[in-house]
T-cell receptor
Framework: NAGVTQTPKFQVLKTGQSMTLQCAQD?????MYWYRQDPGMGLRLIYY???????DKGEVPNGYNVSRLNKREFSLRLESAAPSQTSVYFC??????????????FGSGTRLTVV | AQKITQTQPGMFVQEKEAVTLDCTYD???????LFWYKQPSSGEMIFLIY??????QNATEGRYSLNFQKARKSANLVISASQLGDSAMYFC?????????????FGTGTKLQVIP
């Protein structure tokens, strides 16, 4: 099925460990995003990529890095995980960045726990 | 700055009844889009409906309709004939329409439970 694929679905890390969350979309979308979802706080943007070859910080970028590997793939890296990064992470994509009527297509999420 | 407010953390509705989920927003942008997403217990985010700020008519998608009142800055989601499968978290979101990247702002969500 077409859509956004995220891996892994679940992950437990120890404080200080690193990991990369993978995201791939097969809809030929230009823009991709990483969000985190925490209870009572909705979704907050970590990083986004308006188009292949560009990345920019969102609301909560500290502690994360991203790579837009090609048009399909956008990865999120935690270099040194902290308990405050325990969250559910969503990757999303959209046709274009600047047009309001394009909704996002979301991946199924990654539930990350840092102990 | 944009802000989305969803004041109902939780709602109950009887199966087959209609329910309205509230959303108010604040923005200084003259043109913007409003969205609703559904998040079932399985966790995925599902796009439901979109309303443009200059659209003359309220958006409808099947059993979903968006009650858009621009002067009040409200964009309530109405679900008609509720089904058990409608039990989920619902998020209201908005983004400006101006060129370049415009951040989507999400509300904190409303948890809807449909009672048989």
């Amino acid at each position: 099925n077409a859509g956004v694929t995220q891996t892994p679905k679940f992950q437990v890390l120890k404080t200080g460990q690193s990991m990369t969350l993978q995201c791939a979309q097969d809809m030929n979308h230009n823009s991709m995003y990483w969000y985190r979802q925490d209870p009572g706080m909705g979704l907050r943007l970590i990083y986004y990529s308006a188009s292949e070859g560009t990345t920019d910080k969102g609301e909560v970028p500290n502690g994360y890095n991203v790579s837009r590997l090609n048009k399909r793939e956008f990865s999120l890296r935690l270099e040194s995980a902290a308990p405050s990064q325990t969250s559910v992470y969503f990757c999303a994509s959209s046709e274009r960045t600047g047009q309001a009527n394009y909704g996002y297509t979301f991946g199924s999420g990654t539930r990350l726990t840092v102990v | 700055a944009q802000k989305i407010t969803q004041t109902q953390p939780g709602m109950f509705v009887q199966e087959k009844e209609a329910v309205t989920l509230d959303c108010t927003y604040d923005t200084s942008d003259p043109s913007y889009g409003l969205f609703w997403y559904k998040q079932p217990s399985s966790g995925e985010m599902i796009f439901l409906i979109y309303q443009g700020s200059y659209d003359q008519q309220n958006a409808t998608e099947g059993r979903y309709s968006l009650n858009f009142q621009k002067a009040r800055k409200s964009a309530n989601l109405v679900i008609s004939a509720s089904q058990l499968g409608d039990s989920a978290m619902y998020f209201c979101a908005m983004r400006p329409s101006a060129g370049g990247y415009q951040k989507v702002t999400f509300g904190t969500g409303t948890k809807l439970q449909v009672i048989p």
